[in-house]
């Protein structure tokens, strides 16, 4: 069961989440993912779903974290990337750039990169003085 759970890791998960760490990530993907890893992993160590065994129970047994867990890492791995790149490369730029024209569009604004990497830091209990200009 370990080893199917190690490669249920290794390969269905990291062919899953390729470049999420790019992605503005919503809560509704979110919880498709969660919903499709735990499908998979009762599958992988026999257990129906009538058999009223949590998730946390399952993430236990494999000894593989929550979703969200992982898509914070990711995201903060990348972000910490980024925060150490040099001035003038492109993906750092972008990430501190903000428009000159336009406009907005009627209703709630959608959400942006830079706001997950702060949400995702705020659930870390992270706090950076370089993340505050970029609201």
């Known amino acids: 069961m370990r080893d199917k759970c190690k490669i249920c890791r290794a390969l269905v998960l990291s062919t ?11 809560r509704r993907q979110v919880k498709k993912l ?13 257990i129906n779903w009538m058999d009223k065994v949590t998730n946390k129970d399952i993430l236990e047994r494999t000894g593989l974290p929550s979703m969200e867990d992982l ?12 925060t150490r790149m040099s001035p003038d ?14 406009h907005r569009k ?28 970029l609201s």
């Open 71 to 82: 898509l914070i890492r990711k995201n903060l791995r990348w972000t910490g990337y980024l």
């Open 106 to 133: 009627r209703g709630r604004p959608r959400l942006r990169f830079k706001d997950t990497i702060n949400r995702n830091l705020k659930l870390r209990d992270i706090k950076t003085d370089s993340w505050t200009s």
């Open 34 to 46: 969660h919903a499709f890893t735990m499908r998979h992993l009762r599958s992988i160590i026999k």
């Open 89 to 102: 490369r492109l993906p750092k730029q972008i990430l501190y750039s903000k428009l000159c024209s336009g």
């Open 16 to 26: 899953l989440l390729n470049g999420i760490e790019n992605w503005t990530v919503y």
